[in-house]
C-alpha cells in the first residue's frame, strides 16, 4: 500500500501562485509515477502533470503547460506541484494519485489516491 497526503491549497487571486506538496509513505518501491489530477464541480477529473518517479520524465495537461511544474524529491519522499499565473478556471480540488505502471494522464492507471486539496482562484 502507498500513501498519499497532499497539502499546500487554498485561497488565491488570478496571477498568483501556489505550491501544492504531497508525502508518500508505504510501499514506495512501487511507485513508478506520480500525478496530479483536478475537479471542479460538475466535471470530470482531469489530468494536470506527472513524473517519473525514478527518472524525473514529465508529462502535462496542454492547459497548464508553461504555468505548472511538477516536480520531486525522493529523499523526502514528496512530488510537488508549482502553480503560477493562476486563473480561475483552475480552480478545483487537486489530488495527488501514484501507479506503479502505466499511462501518465489515464487516471485508471493509477491505484493510490491522497484525499485532495481545495484550490480556489478568485478573479
Known amino acids: 500500500q502507498v500513501q498519499l497526503v497532499e497539502s499546500g491549497g487554498g485561497l488565491v487571486q488570478a496571477g498568483d501562485s501556489l505550491r501544492l506538496s504531497c508525502a508518500a509513505s508505504g510501499r514506495i518501491y512501487s511507485i513508478y509515477v506520480m500525478g496530479w489530477f483536478r475537479q471542479a464541480p460538475g466535471k470530470e477529473r482531469e489530468f494536470v502533470a506527472a513524473i517519473n518517479w525514478r527518472g524525473g520524465s514529465t508529462d502535462y495537461a496542454d492547459s497548464v503547460k508553461g504555468r505548472f511544474s511538477i516536480s520531486r524529491d525522493n529523499p523526502k519522499n514528496t512530488v510537488y506541484l508549482q502553480m503560477n499565473s493562476l486563473k480561475p478556471d483552475d480552480s478545483a480540488v487537486y489530488y495527488c494519485?501514484?501507479?506503479?505502471?502505466?499511462?501518465?494522464?489515464?487516471?485508471?492507471?493509477?491505484?493510490?489516491w491522497g484525499q485532495g486539496t481545495q484550490v480556489t482562484v478568485s478573479s
Open positions: 494519485a501514484a501507479q506503479s505502471g502505466g499511462y501518465y494522464s489515464d487516471y485508471k492507471s493509477y491505484g493510490y
